[in-house]
């Protein structure tokens, strides 16, 4: 079983969807073996979208970001990456496949609702970014 992070952006808790998401990563076959809510500060959201500094987009990330809580869930499946950013759906809702997250509540490509991690070696660093490895259930059965 791999491991992946989900973030469930700010406009996911505005717009109420948080368990609407919640409910479709469970329905996919994800054990989340970690959630917490967090309200990230800058300073957070800045090392957090290290790898994007320098980008036209980062100043507006990062203010999106920090602007109400989120929440980060880490999440295992088999082959976890390519399965929450297969449910997640494309990062611009237009591109995004009928049934995708994305595709049904994103507002736009600035505000799509949700995160993913893009690689394994990601999803590792992700996770640690949030949370420590005493935070992380490695399994609900049992």
């Known amino acids: 079983m791999k491991q992946t992070l989900a973030i469930l ?5 505005q717009r109420n969807l948080v368990g609407k998401v919640i409910d479709r990563i469970e329905e996919n076959g994800f054990e989340i ?3 917490k809510m967090i309200k990230m500060t800058k300073e957070q959201a800045e090392g957090f ?8 987009f980062f100043a507006e990330l990062v ?11 880490a999440l295992r499946k088999e082959n976890a ?3 929450w950013r297969d449910l997640m759906g494309a990062t611009n809702p237009e591109n995004a496949a009928p049934g995708t997250l994305r595709k049904e509540y994103a507002e736009s ?3 799509n609702t949700v995160h993913g991690s893009d690689s394994d ?3 590792t660093r ?17």
């Open 49 to 56: 979208y290290a790898v994007h500094q320098g980008k036209p």
């Open 9 to 13: 952006k700010p406009d996911c808790l």
């Open 109 to 111: 490509i600035g505000r």
């Open 33 to 35: 073996s970690g959630m």
């Open 63 to 73: 203010e999106f970001m920090t602007e109400s809580p989120v929440v980060v869930a």
């Open 126 to 142: 992700e996770i640690a970014f949030f949370f420590s490895e005493s935070d992380l259930i490695l399994t609900q059965k049992g």
């Open 81 to 83: 990456v390519q399965a």
């Open 121 to 123: 070696a990601n999803a």
